[in-house]
């Protein structure tokens, strides 16, 4: 089973709202992500997990913030955000935190007023 | 220049052409590469992991050129099922970098 799920999958808030975006997986992979993707362009890391630990944060905006409770679930708390953050935020996990295929979930979809 | 570059197409073919899709990456360090597809409005899934040996699966055959750091997909017999956009991506030290994807359309 590769499956990946994220809930909510479509998420209206306004700029002073606070929300959060989850992710669960049950395949027993150690490696997850989170990505966000603009329309029409292809998706871009912003925060890797590896064994529970955040290992990557590309120079994200404090406004996001991750957060992960246990191996399976990943959560992504969303604080003061700006319109040109609406998109599409994917969730992966993969294996291990090395190279391995990485399994996307079906993502939710933001938008900020 | 970006670290992996693939050309955004689109490519418009007739059912039961043969399809090719390549990418060039910058990152000698990168170590593993990816072919995903990805539907309108839906989330990337995984085709086919590239290797230098070259793999094959049904229609689909990619390979991978380390010396020349391109990697590349070829679709037989393409289907109108095939349409959607391809995003060729590689790693280093677990990061995963897309390119921009191409488009493909597979006409009757």
């Known amino acids: 089973d590769t499956e990946v799920t994220q809930t909510p999958k479509h998420l209206v808030m306004g700029m002073t709202n606070k929300k959060s975006l989850k992710c669960e997986q049950h395949m027993g992979h150690r490696a997850m992500y989170w990505y966000k993707q603009k329309a029409k362009k292809p998706p871009e890391l912003m925060f890797v997990?590896?064994?529970?630990?955040?290992?990557i944060n590309e120079s994200v905006p404090s406004r996001f913030s991750p957060e992960c409770p246990n191996s399976s679930l990943l959560n992504l708390h969303l604080h003061a955000l700006q319109p040109e953050d609406s998109a599409l935020y994917l969730c992966?996990?993969?294996?291990?935190?090395?190279?391995?295929?990485?399994?996307f979930g079906p993502g939710t979809r933001l938008t900020v007023l | 220049r970006k670290e992996v570059e693939q050309d955004p197409g689109p490519f418009n073919v007739p059912e039961g052409a043969t399809v090719a899709f390549n990418c060039t990456y910058s990152?000698?360090?990168?170590?593993?590469f990816f072919w995903y597809r990805q539907d309108c409005r839906k989330e990337p899934k995984l085709l086919m992991s590239v290797y230098s040996s070259g793999n094959e699966d049904g229609r689909f055959t990619a390979q991978l050129n380390r010396a020349s750091q391109y990697i590349s997909l070829l679709i037989r017999d393409s289907k109108l099922s095939d349409s959607a956009t391809y995003l060729c991506g590689g790693t280093s030290y677990g990061k995963l970098t897309f390119g921009q994807g191409t488009i493909l359309t597979v006409h009757p």
């Open positions: 990152n000698s360090a990168s170590q593993s």
């Open positions: 992966a996990s993969s294996g291990g935190p090395g190279d391995n295929e990485q399994f």
């Open positions: 997990y590896s064994y529970e630990k955040l290992s």
